[in-house]
């Protein structure tokens, strides 16, 4: 199931605003045994978008120390699976462009006018991905199903009972070192889905599971995201554009309650330095302000609260955002473009200076909630914990 970018034209050949190569990936399936399906990302009801953007694969596979017995696995996370996302802990600007795991899969959004053929930097990629078995992983294929019925062809599913040697859902004979609490989450509603566990239209259960962890935090939160935007009806400005998520006053008032409390809480959370995209462009430029005004809410109400406490200290000392970034020296036998960025541009500069940002796509937290901790994959939250 592949987003469906209506403003891509494959008679004409036009990329699209999205540039998924969704039209490329479903005429490379055409014609084989492989049922690609493309979903709307327009409703007639709506006059904006959304979409999915749940990125989730289930197989069968083999079931360890058994000769013929076989079980599901999920995987679940923010990868996408498409140009330029795969990336190493190296984060390589220029020194792997044509060679190596970033072989002529140059992706760079970021940049105007950027290509492999001016050279890098390449967009460093920092990502989060998780693998799941038993019962969570049925869980991640239900998500799948009800989805595939909802927009799709549901005779081309194969049931799971006729699987052979399938294990089922619930198992008495799961292995000790398997003995995990995990619990899959989501973000979906009635357009994306057929059935919901609630009368409602909308599940939410991935905001309620952040809010509830971080009321049960005990001495510090580190979160990564893509987006760290909420909490508008405390904003200095645009109290009314919708950004109402509770993440971020939460956390503010964690903090606030510590402080009351004397007790020491740290706050990390780490963020791109802008979101995909040119940084002057507009729609960046909107997330970057409504991103601003969400800082500046939280440290004023911790601001407030060490105020009133008498204590001494600084907002800082309870809650850092952060941004990553990499600088590369030049190595032997790196790549020499056919051609260079127009001189005194951020495309120029970045090739002088050898430095660019790695952007951070992952969305989970990390609490210490008594060994309990909660990765959240955008549209799939894992919830572990120790037996």
């Known amino acids: ?15 699209g605003e999205l540039n998924n190569q969704d039209e490329e990936a479903f005429a490379f399936f ?21 979409a999915h953007h749940q990125k989730t694969i289930t197989v069968d596979t083999k079931l360890p120390k058994s000769v013929d017995e076989r079980e599901l696995m999920s995987f679940v996370g923010g990868l996408d ?76 599913l194969i049931p799971s009972s006729t699987l052979a040697n399938l294990m089922p ?3 008495s004979s799961t292995p000790i070192e398997r003995n995990w609490k995990v619990q899959i989450y989501r973000s979906i509603d009635h357009i994306s889905v057929g059935e919901l566990a609630t009368k409602s239209t909308v599940e939410r259960s991935i905001h309620e599971a952040y809010v509830e962890a ?13 987006y760290f935007i909420g909490g508008c009806h405390w904003w200095k400005k645009d109290r009314h554009c919708g950004c109402t998520n509770l993440i971020p006053i939460e956390i503010a008032l964690k903090v606030v309650s510590k402080i009351k409390a004397k007790e020491r ?26 991103t601003r005004e969400t800082m500046a809410m939280m440290y004023r109400l911790i ?4 105020q009133e406490s008498g204590q001494l200290g600084h907002p800082r000392d309870y809650l850092n955002f952060f941004c990553l970034a990499n600088r590369e020296q030049k190595g032997s036998g790196e790549y020499l473009p ?32 008594e060994l309990f901790f909660t990765y959240n994959f955008l549209c799939d939250v894992l919830a572990f914990s120790s037996s």
């Open 265 to 290: 809480f740290g706050v990390y959370i780490v963020i791109p330095m802008w979101p995909e995209g040119e940084p002057e462009s507009e729609p960046v430029q909107d997330i970057l302000h409504w």
């Open 214 to 226: 971080i009321r049960r935090a005990e001495r510090f939160i580190y979160i990564e995201s893509q």
């Open 338 to 369: 056919l051609d260079s960025p127009q001189p005194e541009t951020q495309y120029w500069n970045a090739q002088k200076n050898r430095r660019f940002m790695v952007y951070v796509h992952s969305k989970f937290m990390i609490g210490n909630i």
């Open 30 to 50: 055409n014609h084989t045994k492989v049922i690609c399906r493309k979903c709307p990302r327009l409703h007639r009801m709506f006059p904006t978008l959304f």
């Open 81 to 156: 699976l498409c140009d330029g996302r795969y990336d190493t802990e190296q984060h390589s600007l220029f020194q792997t462009l044509i060679r190596e795991s970033h072989c002529y899969d140059f992706y760079q959004t970021s940049i105007k006018e950027a290509s492999l053929n001016k050279g890098g930097p390449r967009a460093p990629w920092h990502d989060a991905h998780a693998l799941v078995i038993g019962e969570a992983a049925w869980d991640v294929l239900t998500n799948f199903e009800q989805r595939w019925t909802k927009q799709c062809d549901p005779s081309f």
């Open 1 to 15: 199931m592949l987003w469906d970018d209506e403003t891509s034209l494959p008679f004409v050949k036009n990329k």
């Open 303 to 306: 601001g407030e609260a060490i």
């Open 169 to 171: 859902r619930t198992s």
